[in-house]
């Protein structure tokens, strides 16, 4: 075989989209203020240890995979710094980057006077 006669797939980590906005989950009773970066296109298989993304240096604080595997909704409580790809993993490892670029001064804020009051809000300072 020579190398004209090499066929390259095409990669599936460029069909993976991620969508980022701001989202109050309630937790433990309370509801708190997250950035959620959602990503489709992958199956993202249930595993026993916890699933995590990664921007930059900030990891997800939570990570819901749904039944079918096809959506992870990674939910974040700090700002994410801009960036070109996001990593998923489960436990400490990094299993698959993907090419998802994040752009956090593009995330539209929520209407804070609409938000319950006594909503967490860990952007509350970077508003």
Do not use: C
């Not at 460029?14 to 992958?42: A, M, N, Q, S």
């Amino acid at each position: 075989m020579n190398a004209k006669e090499l066929i390259r797939l095409p990669d599936p980590r460029l069909k993976v989209r991620g969508e980022l906005r701001e989202v109050v989950r309630d937790v433990h009773g309370k509801p708190h203020l997250f950035l959620r970066l959602k990503l489709t296109g992958w199956h993202f298989a249930h595993r026993a240890p916890e699933p995590f993304v990664a921007v930059g240096g900030v990891v997800s604080r939570l990570v819901l995979v749904d039944r079918a595997g096809l959506v992870a909704d990674a939910y974040f409580d700090q700002p994410l710094p801009a960036a070109k790809e996001v990593s998923f993993g489960y436990g400490n490892v990094i299993h698959v980057d993907f090419p998802v670029a994040v752009f956090p001064e593009r995330v539209p804020r929520l209407d804070r006077a609409r938000i319950p009051r006594g909503t967490a809000d860990p952007f509350e300072l970077n508003s």
